[in-house]
């Protein structure tokens, strides 16, 4: 069932991945994904798995970037009467808020 602006109603499944923190950046810790703007590759030993997404933010990613391709339009949606929802998952203290 489509809405006023023409989308259809459905889940959305967008992955933000952090940047390493101090402690593993001076312990010369890398990360062993690669990404774009829809796929997550992890390296593995035997070759590349991949993971498909509707979005991806990498880690360079800012809260307003995250804000406006996740929530806004969604916001906006329920100040006009629409039910919407944002289910935010991670580990704990990781930025979540």
Do not use: C, H
């Not at 459905?10 to 992955?15: E, K, M, S, T, Y």
């Amino acid at each position: 069932m489509a809405d006023d602006d023409g989308d259809v109603a459905g889940v959305r499944v967008v992955v933000r991945l952090r940047p390493l923190n101090n402690k593993e950046v001076s312990n010369g810790q890398t990360v062993g994904w690669q990404y774009n703007n829809t796929t997550v590759l992890e390296q593995l030993g035997g070759g590349t798995k991949s993971y498909k997404y509707d979005r991806v933010l990498g880690p360079e990613s800012t809260n307003d970037q995250a804000y406006k391709d996740i929530a806004e339009k969604l916001v906006t949606k329920s100040l006009n009467g629409y039910n919407t929802t944002v289910f935010a998952y991670g580990q704990t203290g990781s930025g979540k808020t």
